[in-house]
């Protein structure tokens, strides 16, 4: 089977407009997360999330091309880029037949759901945009991804809710290493930070009014961000022939579902869900260097995953960093898991393994090194990235150091 | 009565060409009632759009259906065309 690497990273999330400004907000243990500003704040409960603030639509796209453009696809496209210049590579005709994008959304166009209903229903409106449909369906970013960039190959989206993002990640790795695709563009992308999007997480009671404290005993729920992240997935020898480089190699990925509960977590699924990912990387527990956790925050998941992280690792467990990075740039939902292996390549090209910021006081059910609240020096090897979904649905991605 | 009906036709014809100059990014005294919409650079979805726009503007519904190129309800083959046709559907809106 071919080998994998990563040639190119982009993003667009609360911490920042790039991968350089997240690395040093990430590296600075900053925390993202404020005041909403969407319409109609005063009529929610929660009225904190992680907004990407100052960001102009008009400054990365033609007037006449936004109405074909949810947020949720803007930022895919935006990250796109940016991964796409970093990589270096020029899609001709050829490569172009060979090359696909495989992008994770939980909401899709939900802004653009939310805005038209709003219309219809709020104020009687019997007309709406020719486009709605075009830009809220769950596909519409990584067709436009394929569109921009000409990826004639496979191209589809991922929607398995929390996970979304690690899913795509980990069928796009599938895809270069099987030789379905030489190169192939995938992440994730999020924007749900409107009126109906976090009120319908209002619903379920595990949101958090003040900050996300992920593994701290004070901590009280999640917080929603938007956001998402793209990378170019390359074949090694195809990356190699060109001279271009490499942040880091893809090396494994496990999936497991709990068909258990659709909400509550699970251990038995996030277990087998990360012996599948270091057993399809050959790596033995030990190995692991950093966790990026799956870490919302919330009383179950951290407990669960904890748990789970002790039946994987055993002893090991108390001695690897982990840490969640949804502390300082919320829960993107769909896209988050993309945004968190920044904080994966982070600690593999630069040796900074991010904190978990925001956090008061050790949970005595949890334990672990969750690097608290200071970023850490350290030379890290390999990581791995945990997104354990409602629903049930895990994805595990294991990096490894570029070769 | 008459000049009513002259300045309310003449507000039609400019809003309408203002529609079809926002689409195809152009300035509106760059159309003329000749103008052919793909001429103009305006594709089928920038049509859709257009229409969309003069529903907006002039609380409309246009017998649009994009299936049907013929368009027997409602003639787009130019600019004057269309402004034909709006003038027809507010006159009778206001019937």
Redesign the interface.
Known sequence: MRRVVITGAGTLNPLGADVPATFSAMQQGKCAIGPLTCRDVERLNIKIGAEIRDYKPEQHFARNSLSLLDRFTQIALVSARQAMAQSGLVIDEALGLRAGVILGTAGGGNTTVDDNYRAVYAEGKDRVHPFVVPRLMHNAAASHVSMEFGLKGPGYTVSTACASANHAMGQAFHMVRGGGADVMLTGGSEAMLCFGGIKAWEGLRVMSRDTCRPFSRDRSGMVQGEGGAVFVFEDYDHARARDAEILAEVVGFGMSSDAGDIVMPDRDGPVRAMRAALMDAALAPDRVDYVNAHGTGTAANDRTEAEALRAVMGAHADAVPVSSTKSMHGHLIGGTSAVELLGCLMALCEGVIPPTVNFNEPDPEIGLDVVPNSAREVRVDVTMSNAFAFGGLNAVLVLRRAP | MGLDVMQENDFIAARVTEIIAE?A?IEPSDITHDSRLTDLGIDS??L??C??GI??AFGI?VPFNANTPEQPGFDISSVGAIIAEVEKLVARQAA
């Open positions: 689409q990014m979805l920038g859709v759009e229409i969309f529903e907006e519904s």
